[in-house]
């Protein structure tokens, strides 16, 4: 791949976020990690509306594997960290941390695949020229 894209996202641990024992809901952090992927391509200048309604492709979750290594608990300021680490014709590789900030302790890691989709019929796609230019630094 060409130039290594990091990109980091603030994120506070919010009441609605946590469960009855007082720490953040396991399936949140997936929710924390799509917010850091989202802002991550934001930045690149790659909105997703404009990616469907452009290019015609949506990009989608193909697959994880996460690691849960510390809770996170109500009102923890978080940094969430996307890093692509691999393109392919048609995929996107993220690898994915979520640290407490006030101590720099590892909440969880995840390595994402993301499938770029053709919009109308939701079948897998090249990602488009241009959007690999920019990932490849060009």
């Known amino acids: 791949m060409g130039k290594q894209i990091e990109f980091t996202w603030p994120v506070?641990?919010?009441?609605?976020?946590?469960?009855a024992g007082g720490v953040v809901y396991y399936a949140n952090y997936l929710k924390f990690l799509e917010r850091a992927r989202t802002e991550c391509l934001r930045e690149l200048g790659f909105e997703q509306?404009?990616?469907?309604?452009e290019y015609g492709i949506i990009f989608a979750v193909h697959g994880l594997s996460i690691q849960y290594?510390?809770?996170a608990v109500f009102n923890d300021a978080l940094t969430v960290t996307a890093e692509i680490v691999d393109t392919g014709k048609a995929r996107l590789?993220?690898?994915q941390m979520i640290t407490r900030d006030k101590d720099n302790t590892r909440i969880c890691s995840a390595e994402v695949v993301i499938a770029c989709l053709n919009a109308e019929?939701?079948?897998p796609t090249r990602i488009p020229?241009?959007?690999?230019?920019?990932?490849?630094?060009?």
């Open 12 to 19: 506070r641990v919010y009441y609605e976020d946590t469960d």
């Open 49 to 53: 509306d404009q990616l469907k309604q």
């Open 69 to 71: 290594q510390k809770p």
């Open 93 to 95: 590789t993220f690898k």
């Open 121 to 123: 019929k939701f079948s």
């Open 129 to 138: 020229a241009q959007i690999l230019e920019v990932l490849h630094g060009s």
